[in-house]
């Protein structure tokens, strides 16, 4: 108790970000070491500085860096997305998905994959736009006189549902060639490049910026609708702000790997059980927390069944259950 | 500062809750809304407190209608705490204080002296200090409502307006909120709108008290102008009985109820 209480003191949660900072760092690291060729952190340190050229430089700088770059982003984009909705619906179980970017991006991606193979440039904008303009759908739908976080959630979960019988029809149809799909339906980050980094890297860094900074407006909107107002917040503007943000980093996210919006419901509870719901510190702690979880499950991936790969949306889902009950069971814990 | 409603008019869509209000509050006085459940009074406080829309008429506060305030200035004069408030339990009490300067921040980062002093002063006039650190998921009815009064007074209003500070509390506490509210008044010269469903408790702090029905104001007036048999059988329906006491103050005891008879 007294251990949890000292987390919570300003410089606690300024130590627990440092944790995760290091802990982040750690598992790049580890996650660049790893694999097939192995190699330590002096040598990847070596070839990253001098850039000698060759195999393993290839190996280090064109696949396993931006593959895990890719991993961090949405792992950072995905957990603070998940913290701003479950502030912004004040709903503990609200997540990415829960604004329709899940269903959205998914029947863009898939759309792109099946109708357009050649054209897999456009996969990435493709559904970035689905989960977007979905987000937008959900947002517009739920709105009477201003947007209750309620009519948000259902609004989304409608939407959702409708979309994703769409997708599902569109599979059935086309299960021959559903093989990529499956990989962007579980969210996956093989054989993601610079090339994908950078058609999304500026959004979510955007994104996360705009999060961070207004992150005081978001403790305010967590009191309730009435008491903001009193407060002098301009509730709707903000909201609105938020929760463009949150699909912003969601659809730049899911552009990238795919539907790993599990990342998004549970490292910002995680990071919440230790300092509390104080979005200055929450957010970023997201972020970190969310790019370590992402780029371990990856890592665990891409060694678990070589010369093959699991994708990282099943270890997450594997894993990340078990782990995040422990947790729960562990702490008293009100989200 | 002065509040004046003037005509107002209004609900949540459709039929109005309220349609021709009018109301004076006078600078440094204490004015209590009176009237059965759903007669509007928490309707009528949103208003002023620029929570809800109304449909017309208007709302003054120093002569300037509310809407013409940018709503950061405006929470810098005006404080309000709705009926029913909720916080993330692991808040603590000091950080749920802290809240009250955000509009004094104007977007600044971090506090400064004076929002420390205030927040602060705040915490001790609501004697919250000892409580400071404790998370507000842990405190009792009556100290949470203190460190939500904690909350509006570092916001440092001219006016206060509260939605019912004493429901859910056992009668010590329901004493000790009004004695709080009443204090901050004489020594500060907050002027005060509240709602309460306690009439003696409304009659024994309250300068001013509002009684609502159909839609607008039934009677308004000193406590024992408003508190009379015929008055509390027109707007609540029941049979009372009034006590004077020493100080002046009207007590009343409801004896039975005549809403039967009535309708």
Not at chain 1, 213 to 222: D, I, R, T, W
Not at chain 2, 90 to 96: A, H, S
Request: a positive charge; proline letters at 5%; aromatic letters at 6%.
């Amino acid at each position: 108790m007294k251990f949890r209480l000292m987390l919570r003191s300003i410089p606690g949660r300024f130590s627990v970000l440092l944790v995760l900072l290091i802990l982040l760092a750690g598992s790049m690291l580890l996650s660049l070491s790893l694999g097939a060729l192995k190699l330590s952190p002096a040598e990847i340190l070596e070839i990253l500085w001098t850039r000698p050229g060759g195999i393993h430089y290839q190996i280090l700088y064109n696949i396993r860096l931006p593959r895990i770059f890719c991993g961090a982003l949405v792992g950072a984009g995905l957990a603070v997305s998940g913290a701003i909705l479950q502030g912004v619906m004040r709903n503990p179980l609200a997540a990415p998905g829960i604004i329709g970017v899940s269903s959205g991006g998914g029947l863009a991606g898939i759309l792109v994959m099946l109708a357009l193979p050649q054209f897999s440039v456009l996969l990435v904008p493709a559904a970035f736009a689905g989960a977007f303009l979905t987000a937008l759908l959900v947002y517009v739908l739920a709105w009477k006189q201003g947007v209750s976080p309620v009519r948000l959630i259902l609004a989304g979960v409608a939407v959702a549902a409708m979309l994703g019988a769409v997708s599902s029809a569109i599979l059935l149809f086309n299960a021959e060639k559903a093989g990529g799909v499956l990989d962007f339906t579980i969210g996956s980050l093989t054989a993601r490049s610079w090339k994908h980094l950078q058609l999304s890297a500026w959004y979510l860094l955007t994104g996360l910026a705009a999060a961070f900074l207004f992150s005081e407006k978001l403790n305010v909107l967590a009191l309730g609708d009435e008491v903001a107002r009193g407060l002098g917040l301009h509730v709707e503007r903000v909201r609105f702000f938020f929760i463009a943000a949150a699909a912003l980093l969601a659809a730049a996210s899911v552009s990238i790997a795919g539907l790993l919006g599990f990342a998004g419901l549970i490292a910002p509870h995680i990071v919440r059980m230790f300092i509390g719901s104080d979005n200055r510190f929450l957010l970023p702690g997201s972020a970190l927390f969310g790019a370590f979880l992402v780029t371990m499950c990856d890592t665990a991936g891409r060694l678990a069944i070589q010369p093959s790969e699991l994708p990282a949306g099943i270890i997450m889902a594997l894993l990340g259950p078990p782990f995040f009950l422990w947790l729960l069971r562990g702490y008293r814990y009100e989200a | 500062m002065k509040l004046e409603v003037k005509g107002l008019r209004g609900g949540y869509g459709g039929k109005p809750v309220l349609d021709g209000i009018d109301l004076a509050v006078e600078p440094g006085t204490v004015a209590t809304l009176l009237g059965p459940n759903g007669c509007g009074k928490s309707t009528l406080l949103k208003m002023i407190g620029r929570i809800l829309m109304p449909e017309s008429g208007s709302i003054l506060l120093d002569g300037k209608a509310v809407g013409q305030y940018d709503t950061a200035e405006l929470a810098r004069k005006m404080a309000i705490l709705p009926q029913l408030h909720h916080a993330p339990g692991d808040l603590t009490v000091e950080e749920l204080t802290a809240f009250g300067r955000f509009p004094h921040k104007k977007g600044r980062p971090g506090l400064n002296a004076h929002d420390r002093e205030m927040i602060g002063d705040a915490l001790r006039r609501t004697r919250m200090d000892h409580l400071r650190h404790r998370p507000v998921g842990t405190l009792s009815g009556g100290e949470r409502q203190r460190a939500w009064i904690a909350m509006t007074l570092a916001q440092e209003p001219e006016i206060l307006l509260l939605d019912e500070p004493t429901t859910f509390l056992d009668v010590c506490c329901q004493f000790e909120i009004a004695e709080l509210i009443c204090g901050l008044n004489r020594e500060r010269g907050i002027t005060v709108l509240m709602i309460l469903h306690d009439l003696n408790l409304a009659a024994r702090c309250s300068d001013q008290l509002v009684l609502l029905k159909d839609k607008r104001v039934f009677r308004a007036g000193a406590p024992p102008e408003v508190l009379t048999v015929p008055n509390l059988r027109e707007a609540f329906g029941i049979e009372a009985k009034i006590i004077p006491n020493e100080t002046g103050v009207p007590y009343c005891i409801a004896v039975g109820s005549v809403r039967g008879e009535t309708q």
